[in-house]
Nanobody, 124 residues
Framework: QVQLVESGGGLVQAGNSLRLSCVAS????????MAWFRQSPGKEREFVAT????????DYADSVKGRFTVSRDNAKNTMYLQMNSLKPEDTAVYYC?????????????????WGQGTQVTVSS
């Protein structure tokens, strides 16, 4: 069992940056591939970024490519999402997720554990 806790969300103006963190409990963090998803009111949960167990492979949604960077520090059991050049359409609750199989995938159904989410609001 893994518990995930997100932090770092908040209210920012368009064009600014935020860094989200996701801290995992336990000693098996490095065996999970990880991902960020987001969900806005009235919309389905949307893939944002994913990262492999070692951090050597990453993938991004087209909507965030070039603006967001996912990374992880296995020694600290932590995954990060650096979000630059934020836009109002990035406003959402951001969730981190862990996949026991280690797949690097954008499909939410593949992820076994989820955090509670952190709100990001970008004003125009």
């Amino acid at each position: 069992q893994v518990q995930l806790v997100e932090s770092g969300g908040g209210l920012v103006q368009a064009g600014n940056s935020l860094r989200l963190s996701c801290v995992a409990s336990g000693r098996t963090f490095s065996t999970y591939s990880m991902a960020w998803f987001r969900q806005s009111p009235g919309k389905e949960r949307e893939f944002v970024a994913t990262i492999s167990r070692s951090g050597g492979v990453t993938d991004y949604a087209d909507s965030v490519k070039g603006r967001f960077t996912v990374s992880r520090d296995n020694a600290k059991n932590t995954m990060y999402l650096q979000m630059n050049s934020l836009k109002p359409e990035d406003t959402a609750v951001y969730y981190c997720a862990a996949d026991r199989s280690g797949l690097v995938t954008a499909a939410p159904r593949n992820y076994d554990y989820w955090g509670q989410g952190t709100q990001v609001t970008v004003s125009s």
